[in-house]
């Protein structure tokens, strides 16, 4: 056989360090693998920022609120993409729904995605938007009319009753949609978290590491959103509402600081087995991407911009700039937590005795430019729904 | 049709076409009519002391079951151990290409070194089969951990929860492979054909459910150990005389 995953496999071997198990050589989970919790991330946080405002009243952020989950809906839709493609099979996908093996974690998948986007995402989002579109089924030339109308599933109704009801209806669905995120992100964790044959993921606390990113990247994702939509349309940013969101991701940042810091301590200090190889590994193969990128770069800056807005009376523009810089950094740092966590985690040989090498290929079903594309694309579903369902409160029906 | 008999009629396509492809299945699985796996159990011995490490197995595993060639894929493979008089360890893979298999390297700082034939451990905890979304990898009743690559679609979450290293995704049929004690054949009455072509015997196959055969002999002459026991994965793939350093 020579084809390309040989030469490949070959010149992979060539940089190996010490010694790896032969079935070792190739790098099982890529780059799609690392888009995808990367996504489901954005999710979850996205999700749980919304629901500040429907569940604890925070008033200040309701102006993002419909932003926020249609950020939530656009990421989860592409979500599920980079795992499809990089299937040996994706073709036989449907059987992860139709024969789940109900002690695989990640059987529970399907079950977990659909319902996060069946009963909380589409259904919160449907009942926050039916009054405008019922409004709009009415009001809209004759093309776009047809749409809202099957949009708003044939109904009619805008009297206050239902509008009290749709609004019911909402805050039952944020609430039961807190624990669901939690679900959707915490599990993609647990995937990684109940590995046992791998000392850089079994952990207890990977699911809530997973979390806590998760909500850090979310807020991050729609604060920058809402900053360029904001300056794209040439409106004024609203401050307290900036403030608010700039002080939940300060909270959120420094609870997933702790733990990771946490879980940095309690490795290093019940030194097992593996410690030899995962201290050379970080010293290794994940220096830039894990001490200068994730913590630094994406967790230490960040988090003294925003000590630093809070310590002194900055002017609205400055504390701007610092914000979006911010933001920038956090989903930097968060890509590549994910990338440590799932690259990192297959860097080392089970035998504890070497290193592996990974190559990014550049083109290619696996490569950069599909995982670009990927990322892209949730931003483009995001703009057709915004064209559709204007999340804008100066658009707003009263 | 109203939507009950929809409903109805679609459990019973459901069922009747999974229970064709059930079949089917059984029948490409190369199983004997009336072998009832119920009346064995597998396992295999390694006699570490034994491995001479002239990598026959390795080459009789990858013809016996299409094993891609290339080094990258291995159902089976040998390593070689080298302990230093400073307490450093050595260790390579015994390589199957015919050039560099002469190269033995020249060190006298040796304390002891040794040749350790691994395969799929046969776990009866198997992480394997726990992690599996679909099904695909499943233990079975005579104890041998099997993937059913009809059903496998390749997602490599098995890859990642082998403690081993024991499997890869082939190349071609993209989905997990691995060591299978040669079903094929033991299910035949063969023996598998690492064990049948190994010159020293450092391997022994058998049933543990039949009173007396060389596996049973083995276990009693021999102070037995299995690898990452602390993992509680209950391997099948005993191994005598094993060192502490051979992860």
């Known amino acids: ?7 490949r496999l070959a010149e992979l071997m060539g940089q190996a360090m010490g010694f790896i198990y032969p079935n ?15 996504l489901t991330g954005l999710v979850a946080g996205a999700f749980i920022l919304a629901s500040l405002v429907k569940v604890f009243n925070v008033k200040e952020v309701q102006s993002v609120y419909r932003l926020a989950m249609l950020t939530a809906l656009a990421f989860l839709l592409i979500a599920p993409l980079p795992l499809l493609i990089h299937l040996g099979h994706p073709e036989r996908s449907y059987e992860i729904f139709l024969s789940p093996n109900f002690t695989s974690a990640m059987a529970m998948f399907g079950f977990v995605y659909a319902w996060y986007l069946m009963m909380v995402l589409l259904l919160e989002i449907w009942f926050t938007y039916r009054k ?7 009001e809209k030339p004759v093309p776009l009319r047809w749409i809202y109308r099957v949009l708003a599933l044939f109904s009619r109704d805008t009297s206050p009753a239902s509008v009290a009801f749709d609004k019911k209806m909402v805050k039952a669905i944020t609430i039961i949609g807190i624990p669901s995120a939690f679900l959707l992100h915490g599990y993609v964790g647990f995937i990684f978290g109940s590995i046992k044959a791998n000392p850089w993921w079994s952990s207890v606390l990977m699911p809530i590491v997973f979390l806590f990113s998760a909500i850090v990247s979310g807020i991050a994702l729609v604060i920058m959103l809402y900053m360029v939509i904001t300056l794209y349309r040439g409106r004024t940013i609203d401050m307290p509402c900036l403030d608010t969101m700039a002080s939940y991701l300060f909270y959120a940042v420094i609870v997933d600081f702790s733990l990771e810091f946490l879980d940095f301590i309690h490795r290093l200090y019940e030194s097992e087995e593996s410690i030899k190889i995962l201290s050379y590994l970080v010293m290794n193969k994940l220096f830039i991407s894990l001490v200068v990128i994730q913590v630094f770069l994406g967790m230490l800056v960040p988090l003294g911009i925003m000590v630093g807005t809070r310590l002194f009376r900055l002017g609205a523009e400055l504390r701007k700039l610092l914000y979006f810089v911010a933001v920038i950094l956090i989903q930097i740092g968060i890509f590549a937590t994910r990338w440590n966590v799932v690259i990192g985690g297959q860097m ?10 990974y190559k990014m290929d550049l083109t290619g079903l696996e490569g950069l430019l599909t995982s670009l594309v990927l990322l892209a694309l949730p931003f483009v579903v995001l703009a057709i729904l915004i064209r559709l369902l204007p999340p804008w409160e100066d658009q707003a029906i009263a | 049709m109203n939507r009950r008999k929809f409903v109805e009629r679609l459990i019973a396509v459901v069922a009747s076409v999974s229970a064709v492809t059930a079949g089917f299945r059984r029948a490409r699985a190369g199983v004997p009519e009336g072998y009832d796996p119920g009346a064995h159990r597998y396992s295999m011995g390694i006699q570490v002391d034994n491995c ?10 990858k013809a016996e079951n299409l094993v891609p060639k290339e080094p990258f894929f291995f159902r089976t493979w040998v390593e070689r151990y080298v302990i230093r008089k400073d307490g450093t360890v050595g260790v390579r893979n015994i390589s199957t290409d015919e050039t560099s298999a002469q190269e033995a390297p020249v060190d006298r700082n040796i304390l002891r070194s040794f040749f350790i034939p691994k395969l799929c451990n046969q776990c009866d905890e198997p ?36 403690p081993y290293g024991a499997r890869y995704l082939h190349p071609v049929t993209m989905t997990a492979d691995k060591c299978t004690f040669c079903y094929h054949r033991i299910t035949k009455g063969l023996l598998p054909a690492c064990v049948e072509v190994c010159p020293t015997q450092a391997r022994i196959f058998g049933d543990l459910k039949s009173k007396s055969n060389p596996l049973q002999r083995f276990k009693r002459m021999h102070k037995l150990s299995v690898l990452k026991p602390s993992l509680n994965t209950e391997p099948k793939v005993l191994y005598s005389n094993l060192d502490g350093e051979v992860r």
């Open chain 1, 1 to 7: 056989m020579s084809n390309p995953l040989v030469e």
């Open chain 1, 24 to 38: 070792e050589v190739e790098i099982h989970w890529s780059i799609l693998v690392v888009v995808y919790p990367y």
């Open chain 1, 132 to 138: 405008e579109l019922v409004v709009w089924s009415q």
């Open chain 1, 348 to 357: 080392f040989s089970k035998s504890f005795r070497g290193l592996t090498a």
């Open chain 2, 52 to 61: 001479i490490g002239c990598g026959r197995c390795m080459e009789a595993c």
């Open chain 2, 127 to 162: 992480p394997c089969v726990q992690v599996c979304p679909v099904g695909a990898t499943i233990l079975t009743e005579d104890g041998v951990v099997l993937v059913d690559d009809q059903r496998c679609i390749g997602c490599r979450y098995c890859i990642q929860a082998c």
